[in-house]
Every structure is written in structure tokens, then in C-alpha cells.
T-cell receptor, first 111, second 112 residues
Framework: GQQVMQIPQYQHVQEGEDFTTYCNSS?????IQWYKQRPGGHPVFLIQ?????EVKKQKRLTFQFGEAKKNSSLHITATQTTDVGTYFC???????????FGTGTLLAVQP | EADIYQTPRYLVIGTGKKITLECSQT?????MYWYQQDPGMELHLIHY???????EKGDLSSESTVSRIRTEHFPLTLESARPSHTSQYLC???????????FGEGSWLTVV
């Protein structure tokens, strides 16, 4: 079954509001990546987190990796219409090179 | 953006037809992958390759097959397409020792 879950599945916000998606794994991850997929497009790599408790920022986006390396979050401050899309987390377990994608969160931003 | 190309981008075929989805990358990446994604759903790994003559099944069982005769080329073949194969197929690659995966633009397959 699915081992990397994301909540919520869907979020509709007004432009300017904040948005957060949460990613939870049933097992410890060696690292976690985040991807963004625009409607009709393909996933594009955003960032990778490796260390326990790591926090990284990209302009209005803040990414966090949990202390136990089982969960992660992506927070967008003051959303814009260009933020629309599905955000996927993806994690690797142990020495495996296979990336397990989360279920995704679809963000809709109303102008 | 990465240099990874998929053809065709869109394909509508009849049941029972054989089809090959092409994927090529010009970055010299050793690792290549095929993911299947239904609209609005998560990505499922169906095949991967760590180099020439290396192919493995992914986490999601698939009736498709792949080959890796050249580093840059990783085609996916369906011998007899069925409506249940209707989906988007995403090819991807990554560099040995690096974790970032670069995706192609995808091939939308519809089997009628």
C-alpha cells in the first residue's frame, strides 16, 4: 500500500493566503524531495532535505524535514496564482535508490 | 530544465495494438525511470534502469516492457494495449550519485 501520505489532498485558497501541505511516511526516510506539477505538466524538482530537523527556504516557500525523518512539510506564504499545481513529496528509504512519491496535494488559488 | 524527451506526447490507439513510447535523454544519466500517473493521482514507478542492459520492475505491476540498449534511450512497449492502460506515462532520469530526478513532459496514452 501507499507508504507516503500527504494531507490535504486538495486545498483552495484566496490569493494572498498561506498554504501548508504535510507529508508523512510510515518508515524513516534517508532524504526527502519536493516536486511541483502544474496542471497538464510534468513534475519539476523543487528541493531536497537530508538532515533531521532541516529547514530550507526558497523565497515564499519553506520546507521542513521532521526530527524523526518520517515527515515533512511545505509552507507557502502569501500564495499567488502562479503557485497553482500539485505538490508532491518523495522520499528514499535507506540505501534504496527508488523514490517513493507521496499522494500529492492539489493547490488552487483564487485571484 | 533537463534534456529529456518523450514521444509521442499524445496517442489514441485501438485495443490490441502494439505501441512503443520513446524516451531519450542527452545528459548521459545512468539511471532512467518510467512512472505511470492517472489524472490527479500520485506517480507510480513501473520500470527503472541503472545502466545499459539493466532493467527492473518498479513498485506497480505493469504489463509493459522496457529495454536499455543505449544509455540515452529507454523505450517502453505495450504488446497489446487495453483500455486499462489509458494513463500518462512519465519518463525520468537521474545522474549516478545524485538524487534529483528530471522528468520528461509525459506521454498521454488513450486506448479505445
Amino acid at each position: 500500500g501507499q507508504q507516503v501520505m500527504q494531507i490535504p489532498q486538495y486545498q483552495h485558497v484566496q490569493e494572498g493566503e498561506d498554504f501548508t501541505t504535510y507529508c508523512n511516511s510510515s518508515t524513516t526516510l534517508s532524504n526527502i524531495q519536493w516536486y511541483k506539477q502544474r496542471p497538464g505538466g510534468h513534475p519539476v524538482f523543487l528541493i531536497q532535505l537530508v538532515k533531521s530537523g532541516e529547514v530550507k527556504k526558497q523565497k515564499r516557500l519553506t520546507f521542513q524535514f521532521g526530527e524523526a525523518k518520517k515527515n515533512s512539510s511545505l509552507h507557502i506564504t502569501a500564495t499567488q496564482t502562479t503557485d497553482v499545481g500539485t505538490y508532491f513529496c518523495a522520499g528514499r528509504r535507506g540505501a534504496t535508490n527508488k523514490l517513493i512519491f507521496g499522494t500529492g496535494t492539489l493547490l488552487a488559488v483564487q485571484p | 530544465e533537463a534534456d529529456i524527451y518523450q514521444t509521442p506526447r499524445y496517442l489514441v490507439i485501438g485495443t490490441g495494438k502494439k505501441i512503443t513510447l520513446e524516451c531519450s535523454q542527452t545528459m548521459g544519466h545512468d539511471k532512467m525511470y518510467w512512472y505511470q500517473q492517472d489524472p490527479g493521482m500520485e506517480l507510480h514507478l513501473i520500470h527503472y534502469s541503472y545502466g545499459v542492459n539493466s532493467t527492473e520492475k518498479g513498485d506497480l505491476s505493469s504489463e509493459s516492457t522496457v529495454s536499455r540498449i543505449r544509455t540515452e534511450h529507454f523505450p517502453l512497449t505495450l504488446e497489446s494495449a487495453r483500455p486499462s492502460h489509458t494513463s500518462q506515462y512519465l519518463c525520468a532520469s537521474s545522474e549516478q550519485g545524485r538524487n534529483t530526478i528530471y522528468f520528461g513532459e509525459g506521454s498521454w496514452l488513450t486506448v479505445v
